[in-house]
């Protein structure tokens, strides 16, 4: 199984964890989450606001960039 990382506040690191019943993935929190149709956009402070994300897609690039020019 794949699986990727997360960048997240303390804040909501916290109430996940809170969440998380014991033997449940921090994976799990999030499936049931979703599945409940709840507006996960608070919850990870999605930035909305297209000039930032730009600057935060421009940054990943950037990153990919120097780390394929690093492997040659």
């Given at each position: 199984?794949?699986?990727?990382?997360?960048?997240?506040?303390?804040?909501?690191?916290?109430?996940?964890?809170?969440?998380?019943?014991e033997?449940?993935?921090?994976?799990?929190?999030?499936?049931?989450l979703?599945?409940?149709?709840g507006?996960?956009l608070?919850l990870?402070?999605?930035?909305?606001?297209?000039?930032?994300?730009?600057?935060?897609?421009?940054?990943?690039?950037?990153?990919?960039?120097?780390?394929?020019?690093?492997?040659?």
């Open positions: 199984m794949a699986s990727k990382n997360l960048a997240i506040r303390e804040e909501v690191y916290r109430k996940l964890s809170e969440a998380k019943k033997g449940e993935s921090f994976s799990d929190v999030i499936e049931k979703l599945e409940r149709g507006d996960l608070p990870w402070g999605v930035l909305s606001d297209s000039k930032h994300w730009a600057e935060v897609e421009n940054s990943a690039r950037e990153i990919r960039k120097r780390t394929v020019i690093r492997l040659r």
